[in-house]
Nanobody, 124 residues
């Protein structure tokens, strides 16, 4: 049974930082591209960032570029999202996703597995 478990969310003031983790189990982690998405209240889910199977390829949404950093530890079956210079508009539930193959689908529709999400709230 595949599980993706996010952690690290919380309440932070604008300008602060958080580090999200997503621990994967039940799959061969090195064969899956990984990514992060978010969904704010009343809004559709949106792509945040993705990372290739080996970690050498990363991609970010324009809204988080230069503030967020995605990484992965294949020995620990974990993907991370370091979030710096947080803004109130970053407030959302953050989800990690896994897709067998080269890249995460930024639309989200073709991804194979999803976590339950972790809440990030940024106060102004």
């Amino acid at each position: 049974q595949v599980q993706l478990v996010e952690s690290g969310g919380g309440l932070v003031q604008a300008g602060g930082s958080l580090r999200l983790s997503c621990a994967a189990s039940g799959l061969t982690f090195t064969t899956y591209a990984m990514g992060w998405f978010r969904q704010a209240p009343g809004k559709e889910r949106e792509f945040v960032s993705r990372i290739s199977r080996g970690g050498g390829g990363t991609y970010y949404a324009d809204s988080v570029k230069d503030r967020f950093t995605i990484s992965r530890d294949n020995a620990a079956n974990t993907v991370y999202l370091q979030m710096n210079s947080l803004k109130p508009e970053d407030t959302a539930v953050y989800y990690c996703a896994a897709r067998l193959g080269l890249v995460i689908s930024t639309s989200g529709n073709d991804n194979d597995y999803w976590g339950q999400g972790t809440q990030v709230t940024v106060s102004s």
